[in-house]
Structures are given as structure tokens and as C-alpha cells.
């Protein structure tokens, strides 16, 4: 599982730390809140939209990278979004993470151990598509 930033007109940067798995695996099952499945992520994404007021509508814009027909290329293209939105989100789960040991054990119970380093570096990233005003997209492939 790889996930990596796309900046428009720019295109790919490079992939984040561990390929961006566990942000990645995150990302995933924060899509998942509120349909009454359980797991140590899902667990995590509530805790840090409920306790901690991050926004997930941004960690959970993303979308494959394989193109297969006409729809997948339609849900791509919806996928670009505003980058300091993005990149608001990625650094309040960040403080969550640095300051709420509960979110760090859900983490780690979730197997998204490089969570937070994964997180550091997205935001890295972003601050290039920030500064010049452009809309990113997160995409993956498995």
C-alpha cells in the first residue's frame, strides 16, 4: 500500500516515509466512522474528530491511482481539494497525536505506528502547494 501527494498542474511528489502506509491505512478506515464497524483506526479517527476537532473531510479525500473506466477517472479528478485545508488537518492530528496518549496507543493498536512521522512529512509537502496556491490530491495504490 502506497500513498503520495499530487500537486495540480505539478504532478506527483515523492512517496511519503513507509510508502505512506499507515497514513494510508488511516485514511482508509477514518472513511469507515459512523457505519458501526470497529477497529483501532476508526477508533483513532473518531477520537481525534470528537476530542480534537480535526476535520476529517480532508484525510479522507483520496482516491486510487489505477484508472479502470470512466468513473474511476471522474472520482480521481473530484479528489483534488484545497491544500491548507489538507494540510490544517494533517497538522491538528499531529498535535492530537503529540499530546493525547490514548490516540498514540489506538495508533499503535491499529498497526499505524509511523502514523504520526508519515503525517510530518505530508505536511512538509503541502506547505510547497500552499505557498504557490494549488490543490492537491491524495492517491494510493495497492
Known amino acids: 500500500m502506497r500513498l503520495w501527494l499530487e500537486i495540480e498542474g505539478e504532478g506527483a511528489l515523492p512517496i511519503l516515509p513507509g510508502e505512506g502506509a499507515a497514513l494510508c491505512a488511516f485514511c482508509s478506515f477514518a472513511v469507515s466512522r459512523g457505519f458501526g464497524a470497529t477497529h483501532p483506526l476508526i477508533a483513532?479517527?473518531?477520537?481525534?474528530?470528537?476530542q480534537h476537532r480535526v476535520r476529517m473531510g480532508p484525510l479522507t479525500t483520496f482516491y486510487d491511482s489505477e484508472v479502470e473506466d470512466a468513473e474511476d477517472s471522474e472520482k480521481l479528478e473530484l479528489a483534488w481539494q484545497d491544500a491548507a485545508e489538507l494540510k490544517e488537518a494533517a497538522e491538528q492530528m499531529i498535535t492530537a497525536l503529540d499530546s493525547d496518549e490514548q490516540a498514540r496507543t489506538l495508533a499503535r493498536r491499529?498497526?499505524?505506528?509511523?502514523?504520526?512521522?508519515q503525517a510530518g512529512a505530508l505536511v512538509a509537502q503541502l506547505g510547497q502547494a500552499v505557498e504557490r496556491a494549488r490543490r492537491v490530491r491524495l492517491v494510493y495504490a495497492l
Open 44 to 50: 483513532l479517527a473518531d477520537r481525534l474528530h470528537d
Open 110 to 117: 491499529g498497526g499505524a505506528e509511523e502514523l504520526q512521522e
